[in-house]
């Protein structure tokens, strides 16, 4: 990746980045790292705490499908702005819950300012922003993800211990009000696509930009839709149930969490691979592909007797984890342009969370019903699999809305 490109492009890339990594917070495998506190101190079984969450996933997602399309119409820091001060306020409730009932609104709360809207402002600002170099772009953004799948488990684990499952919460507030503060410096101006390539690049197939409800009409949707389920539903299933999975292999939470930097290695490089595979080639040509690490990972990590064989299956799925920000955040852009891409991508969006309030529910019931977690893993594989042959006869199927931009 070019360093002239990183250092003319600097202030958006990290804002970007600091949004992919703000959301951290409200991801799976955040809260999922205080399941058992909450299975605990609510005295709920895993039905019971895979409903909450699911409740509280599924209104999130609603929301999203409403306001979505305020990224289209606001400038990127007043929106980050607003959802950044209301997260800090969900994460200082989360730290003083002490009714039950109060907790589906709590997890809804993470949700919608984290993997809804944080993610969602995040990858249409970059699409909005980006077009010839989008994949490099997204690419960098997306290392946010990478850095908070690196970093915050093990420290909040550590910083849990210490002072506390409350009091750390408490941080994770502080540790928003800073990247609000750090927005509010880089976003003082909104970046504008430069140059003619550019200009053409913003429009998607039959080189126009895409209504939702024209996007909603065409088969295309709906025939990668299930396929870009796979990542977020299997994704949030796996993090949600790794305390199941630490327990069911005799494994510490620790002890697996301290696994995650392998996890984040792998998918910091497939990141610049599939930002350059997608800048080189298009996402047509990539899309079939990304999901097979996923499948195999989780093949892997089902069979696992020890953590050496954890970390190798942790390696694969991360591998996944960066080629999906390149090639989804790249796809609806190219494919349907970017004037209207908040509206459209909130449908996408709000569908894939509203499907990953499923998996814990699901796998959360077969766990309680004696449904053996690792035959789960297996049966979320051949889905993968399964997913890489109906994007490959999806992408024959339509034309390339443009050559690959160079």
């Not at 409403?66 to 929106?79: K, P």
């Not at 430069?194 to 409800?213: I, P, Y």
């Not at 993090?239 to 002890?255: D, I, M, P, Y």
Request: net charge positive.
């Amino acid at each position: 990746m070019q360093l002239s490109f990183l250092r003319t492009n600097a202030q958006w890339l990290a804002a970007g980045g600091l949004l992919t990594f703000g959301s951290s917070f409200g991801q799976t495998y955040f809260i999922s790292l205080y399941a058992g506190v909450f299975r605990e101190e609510f005295s709920l079984s895993h039905t019971d705490w895979g409903s909450i969450y699911a409740v509280g996933t599924l209104a999130s997602a609603a929301l999203v499908l409403m306001v979505g399309g305020l990224a289209d119409r606001y400038r990127t820091r007043t929106l980050a702005t607003f959802i950044l001060l209301l997260f800090a306020t969900v994460c200082i409730m989360v730290s003083q819950v002490r009714e039950v009932w109060v907790l589906p609104v709590l997890i809804f709360g993470l949700r919608f300012c984290g993997q809804g809207m944080m993610s969602h402002i995040a990858v249409v600002s970059i699409g909005r922003w980006f077009a010839a170099a989008r994949g490099k772009a997204i690419s960098v953004t997306a290392m946010g993800y990478s850095v908070g799948e690196s970093l915050l488990p093990i420290s909040f684990v550590a910083l849990t211990a210490w002072i506390g499952w409350r009091g750390s919460w408490g941080v994770a507030a502080l540790l928003l009000l800073m990247l609000l503060c750090a927005m509010q410096l880089l976003l003082r101006g909104e970046r504008n696509p430069r140059g003619q390539e550019d200009l053409q690049s913003s429009t998607g197939m039959e080189g126009r930009h895409w209504k939702r409800r024209d996007a909603l009409k065409h088969w295309l949707f709906w025939a990668t839709l299930p396929g870009f389920l796979a990542q977020p539903v299997f994704g949030t299933a796996f993090f949600f149930q790794q305390v199941h999975l630490t327990e069911l292999k005799g494994w510490t939470l620790a002890s697996f969490v301290s696994l995650i930097p392998i996890y984040t290695a792998t998918s910091v490089f497939s990141l610049f691979l599939g930002g350059w595979a997608v800048d080189r080639f298009g996402s047509a040509r990539v899309l079939p592909f990304y999901l097979m690490p996923l499948g195999l990972g989780f093949c892997i990590i089902a069979w696992a007797p020890n953590l050496v064989f954890a970390g190798v299956g942790l390696a694969v799925i991360g591998m996944m984890q960066g080629l999906s920000a390149s090639v989804i955040g790249a796809f609806w852009p190219e494919y349907y342009g970017t004037k209207h891409l908040g509206a459209i991508r909130s449908v996408a969006g709000a569908v894939m969370v509203f499907a990953t309030a499923l998996g814990p529910a699901i796998t959360g019931f077969l766990i309680d019903a004696g449904f053996d977690y690792r035959l789960q893993l297996i049966g979320m594989a051949g889905y993968a699999f399964l997913m890489c042959g109906v994007f490959a006869v999806a992408m024959r199927a339509v034309r390339e809305p443009f050559s690959a931009p160079v």
